[in-house]
């Protein structure tokens, strides 16, 4: 499965980005999809997560109530919304594909199996 992820970028804080992740796979409906995020010299981090049907969600707690995952299958695309940013948030993002059978909560970098290359987003204070 390739990602490609689009939407980063500069921000000041208190604003909004949408990012979006295009799935290159016919078969997108048969993967649950994540954002993780990381920065310099930093672990990933897990962001949020959505099933492959979109009706299941999970957030990390530093972002709930700010961030909102979405997808739009028709599409094969996954977005996340991303308000009320601050320089905490600045980032490199990524989103992650990972098979899905029934929907579980997974957060671990190793429940995924695919990677895109990453959007930069910054928040200047």
């Known amino acids: 499965v390739q990602l490609v992820e689009s939407g980063g970028g500069l921000v000041q804080a208190g604003g909004s980005l949408r990012l979006s992740c295009a799935i290159n796979?016919?078969?997108?409906?048969?993967?649950?999809m994540g954002w993780f995020r990381q920065a310099p010299g930093k672990e990933q981090e897990f962001v949020a997560a959505?099933?492959?049907?979109?009706?299941?969600?999970d957030y990390a707690d530093s972002v709930k109530g700010r961030f909102t995952i979405s997808r739009d299958n028709a599409k094969n695309t996954i977005y996340l919304q991303m308000n009320d940013l601050t320089p905490n948030d600045t980032h490199l993002y990524y989103c992650?594909?990972?098979?899905?059978?029934?929907?579980?909560?997974?957060?671990?970098?190793?429940?995924?199996?695919?990677w895109g290359q990453g959007t930069q987003v910054t928040v200047s204070s």
């Open positions: 796979t016919r078969t997108s409906r048969n993967y649950a």
């Open positions: 959505i099933s492959r049907s979109g009706r299941s969600t």
């Open positions: 992650a594909a990972r098979p899905e059978g029934s929907w579980v909560v997974a957060r671990r970098v190793s429940d995924f199996e695919s």
